[in-house]
């Protein structure tokens, strides 16, 4: 009896896991950049092949196109070198703004069906955002009022501003899996856009880089995309802290920074798309009580490397970035219009109607087992508004001279404890005079 007991305690695995799992799971969507396109990344176990069925609704939901694409074996950096096959699929030639129904597998096992509608085409028009970072799998207190929400159709996109699942990696990635499943029901109906977070660090990001799928070839660390009337630029402020995986990655992001900033800024793109908004995940300034890079007045994300070299604040300025979202801190905070500690309002009555720097909002607080990260006591004179709520923040990009933000908490039912409008005659650099 102890040798047959002995044989079952070496064998966790087999009892754990089948040996051929080829359900489709984990289903989440990303836009590529292209209005006519839209991919589905999902998770099996076992190698599959990589297909999609979909067609327009609403109509007799046949499936009647179908794409194919490819699965990339993904092993976890754990103990147990857990096995995964991420399928990635673009569906191509889809009709902006059409909504269609999909489901994703291979004839060895379907997803259940999901719906998404193909982002809309050129600048005019006014798309809706959630976004918010630091969101796990304990704790993660918005997820039921954004998934209620993104299957309502509230939203043409979600932001998640890097830290995710508390950490993908964690029980031989486990736990990263929970976390894929538990987005689903926001992911496989809303484009799922992202950037890494301290979170993700493990392994050098190999659970981040192997389950996204964002636009670029740099497996999702940094990338750039259009929408409506605004150019998104989606970078790792990792880069700076972990250069264990390689200090050049600075200069390399800060070199495709300055690059895509340039192009954005060509009079016939910044002329079609004058909104130039980034995401990244620590910010350059916060008024939390913790001791994080934003509480430091050399914060290295703001002044890069000692020397000021590779500096985002400067880079972001020069180039007349209009709004940057981050993340990290497990709270909101919204300041006042500001470049180098000074605040630049556009007037007393109007701060953010044509205001003189860039505009930060700093949204962490979706909801994870870290809980909420206090502030000091007084606030400081370039912070405009601090909440200490579970939530998430709601922009819409109006048009070329409106954005819309406001955020909603989960502690108080949904409510909007604060807004703003961002309203800007100007744009670039030359808006600063
Ligand atoms: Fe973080």
Same mark, same amino acid.
């Given at each position: ?136 799998? $304990? %704790? ?5 009022? !954004?998934?209620?929400?993104?299957? *309502?159709? #509230? @939203? ?111 009079? $016939? %793109? ?5 909104? !130039?908004?980034?995401?990244?995940? *620590?910010? #350059? @300034? ?112 109006? %048009? ?34």
């Amino acid at each position: 009896m102890v040798g047959f007991f002995c044989l079952l305690l070496m064998l966790p695995e087999l009892h754990s896991a089948p040996t051929v799992w080829i359900q489709p799971e984990q289903v989440h969507l990303s836009y590529t950049g292209d209005p006519t396109s839209m991919k589905v990344t999902w998770t099996t176990f076992s190698p599959a092949p990589s297909m999609v069925e979909f067609q327009k609704v609403p109509g007799v939901e046949n499936f009647t196109e179908c794409a194919t694409g490819k699965a990339t074996k993904f092993v976890d950096g754990g103990l147990q070198q857990r096995t995964m096959y991420i399928h990635r699929v673009e569906l191509t030639r889809l009709v902006p703004g059409q909504g269609y129904v999909y489901h994703c597998g291979s004839n060895l096992g379907w997803s259940p069906k999901f719906y998404f509608v193909a982002l809309k085409n050129g600048s005019d028009w006014s798309p809706r955002f959630s976004v918010f970072g630091d969101m796990g799998n $304990e %704790n993660p207190q918005s997820l039921g009022r !954004l998934q209620k929400e993104a299957q *309502r159709g #509230m @939203y043409d996109v979600i932001l998640h501003v890097g830290d995710f699942a508390y950490d993908m990696d964690e029980d031989n990635a486990r736990i990263g899996d929970a976390f894929m499943r538990q987005i689903e029901s926001v992911a496989a109906y809303v484009p799922y856009m992202t950037c890494p977070g301290n979170h993700e660090e493990k392994y050098n990001f190999s659970n981040y880089r192997n389950r996204f799928s964002m636009p670029g070839n740099t497996e999702s660390l940094w990338y750039s995309w259009d929408i409506g009337s605004a150019h998104i630029i989606s970078f790792s402020t990792e880069v700076y802290f972990y250069l264990k995986y390689g200090p050049d990655l600075i200069r390399e992001q800060y070199v495709w920074l300055e690059r895509d900033l340039q192009e954005a800024s060509k009079p $016939e %793109n910044r002329g079609q798309r004058p909104w !130039l908004i980034t995401m990244g995940h *620590r910010p #350059m @300034y916060c008024s939390n009580n913790d001791k994080d890079d934003c509480t430091d007045h050399e914060s290295v994300v703001r002044l890069g490397l000692p020397g000021h070299v590779f500096a985002l604040e400067d880079l972001f300025y020069k180039y007349g970035v209009d709004l940057e979202l981050w993340a990290h801190e497990h709270s909101y905070e919204r300041l006042w219009p500001l470049y180098d500690y000074k605040v630049f309002n556009g007037s007393i009555e109007a701060p953010y109607t044509n205001p003189r720097a860039p505009v930060h909002i700093i949204t962490g607080s979706a909801g994870c087992r870290e809980m909420l990260d206090p502030f000091v006591p007084e606030p400081r004179n370039w912070s405009a508004v601090r909440i200490e709520d579970y939530g998430y923040t709601r922009m819409q990009i109006l %048009n070329k001279t409106h954005i819309y933000l406001e955020q909603v908490s989960d502690d108080q039912d949904g409510r909007i404890v604060d807004n703003i409008w961002l309203i800007k005659e100007k744009h670039g650099p030359e808006a600063w005079h």
